[in-house]
């Protein structure tokens, strides 16, 4: 099982490794390739990883909200060019209610953009090229 | 001798993706940065705090390195 994947994201995969009948709050998070940053126009975006280094972490972030809270947690980012509008990264954290889910989902998804070496790469459609760095940005842009 | 490993925006800046740099035996990650600063030129424009990772995992500049260590200078994550 591999954290990282070069191909579109769809949630049913993910979604069918975390189901289970005695799991019945399932929570889940897309983030999604938005169309502008800090005022300019996106046309797409270029992800890339220190993959191996990636997806150590991934397997800490899951273990560690797995050990925090009842949960079964599927993770799961896209590397490569994605248009704007195509899913980046997908989080489902699946639990006995609800709660659990919603708390493992964005402890997921916070500490993925904190700690996974991930990088992207902002095309826009003034014909600039700038690499991301959430820290400039507003936090909600990040 | 270590080898570092740059990716992304610090792989474009420096001009490659990875530097051997000399240091003693028994230097910290802190020690291996202020000697990469001064053997590449190119990294001058480098913040002056770098996040670091070593066999995989965050380090601090107080992390001692090891012979075989696998180290990385990260760029600002920007994963999600």
């Known amino acids: 099982m591999s954290y990282l994947t070069d191909s579109p994201l769809t949630i049913e995969p993910l979604l069918d490794e975390v189901r289970s ?21 996106v046309l797409r975006l270029e992800y890339s990883a220190y993959r191996e280094m990636a997806e150590a972490e991934c397997a800490r972030v899951v273990a560690e909200a797995e050990a925090r809270w009842p949960v079964k947690v599927g993770l799961r980012h896209r590397l490569g060019t994605l248009e704007v509008g195509e899913t980046a990264v997908i989080v489902i954290a699946a639990g006995g209610h609800r709660d659990e889910a919603f708390l493992a989902c964005r402890q997921v998804i916070e500490a993925l953009k904190r700690r996974v070496p991930i990088w992207k790469r902002e095309h826009y459609a003034d014909g600039g090229l700038d690499w991301v760095d959430p820290g400039a940005l507003a936090p909600e842009q990040g | 001798m270590v080898t570092i490993r740059l990716f992304a925006a610090y792989a474009e800046l420096v001009g490659c993706d990875t530097v051997d740099i000399a240091v003693s035996a028994g230097a910290t990650i802190g020690e291996l ?18 996040l670091c990772a070593v066999n995989l995992a965050h380090v601090l500049p107080s992390h001692v390195l090891q012979p075989g260590d696998e180290v990385a200078i990260l760029p600002p994550l920007a994963g999600g």
């Not at chain 2, 940065?33 to 770098?50: I, N």
């Open chain 1, 21 to 41: 009948p005695e799991r019945g709050g399932i929570a889940s998070f897309l983030g999604v390739v938005r169309s502008e940053l800090g005022g300019r126009a």
């Open chain 2, 33 to 50: 940065l202020s000697e990469f600063r001064r053997q590449v030129p190119a990294a001058a424009p480098l913040p002056s705090r770098l």
